[in-house]
T-cell receptor, first 113, second 112 residues
Framework: AQSVTQLGSHVSVSEGALVLLRCNYS??????LFWYVQYPNQGLQLLLK????ATLVKGINGFEAEFKKSETSFHLTKPSAHMSDAAEYFC???????????WGAGTKLIIKP | DAGVIQSPRHEVTEMGQEVTLRCKPI?????LFWYRQTMMRGLELLIY????????DSGMPEDRFSAKMPNASFSTLKIQPSEPRDSAVYFC??????????FGPGTRLTVT
């Protein structure tokens, strides 16, 4: 069975600093991996995804994530945090034959001025 | 495209009342998902439809909850009778492929 673990329910960084949000997964088959972002009082929207091919994937708003099979990780990074990045971020995994997503618990990103 | 449309955006009701949440998926999408989000339990999948047919309803909390999708452009989630512990934000999402789910803005339900 698939599962997703996000380390840290809250992460606080200063504006301009590196953002690193951690996600580890377990899956018995090669997974599809996703990061979604939820701004306050809004629904979730796709930030980036890994399906096949290049393991470093780039998303919207300057975010990127790297799929590391050996570490079963899909950490999200951004070189320089902006105040507008304050939101909750969810990592998710899906089995290739299934439309359903297994969700992490979410990490709330706080940006300090 | 207008995206996934949910109504109402906010609902306040008294315990014991029936509540109906509505969702219009993106045109052409063939999968629809209902989620519930709370501080305590995070994001939970309630039910998943594919081509208007319920595929997995194992997340539906109990018999008080029911969901229908009478056609490709409309779905409802009904709670009868409602209880205070049902207070949450309910999201509808639709998808065409396994690569991405498109979420609506959610319905914030408060049961007093």
């Amino acid at each position: 069975a698939q599962s997703v673990t996000q380390l840290g329910s809250h992460v606080s960084v200063s504006e301009g600093a590196l953002v690193l949000l951690r996600c580890n997964y377990s899956s018995s088959v090669p997974p599809y991996l996703f990061w979604y972002v939820q701004y306050p009082n809004q629904g979730l929207q796709l930030l980036l995804k890994y399906t096949t091919g290049a393991t470093l994937v780039k998303g919207i708003n300057g975010f990127e994530a790297e799929f590391k099979k050996s570490e079963t990780s899909f950490h999200l990074t951004k070189p320089s945090a902006h105040m507008s990045d304050a939101a909750e971020y969810f990592c998710a995994v899906s089995v290739r034959s299934n439309y359903q997503l297994i969700w992490g618990a979410g990490t709330k990103l706080i940006i300090k001025p | 495209d207008a995206g996934v449309i949910q109504s109402p955006r906010h609902e306040v009701t008294e315990m014991g009342q029936e509540v109906t949440l509505r969702c219009k998926p993106i045109s052409g999408h063939n999968s629809l998902f209902w989620y519930r989000q709370t501080m305590m339990r995070g994001l939970e999948l309630l039910i998943y439809f594919n081509n208007n047919v319920p595929i997995d309803d194992s997340g539906m909390p109990e018999d008080r909850f029911s969901a229908k999708m009478p056609n490709a452009s409309f779905s409802t989630l009904k709670i009868q009778p409602s209880e205070p512990r049902d207070s949450a934000v309910y999201f509808c999402a639709s998808s065409l492929t396994i690569y991405e789910q498109y979420f609506g803005p959610g319905t914030r339900l408060t049961v007093t």
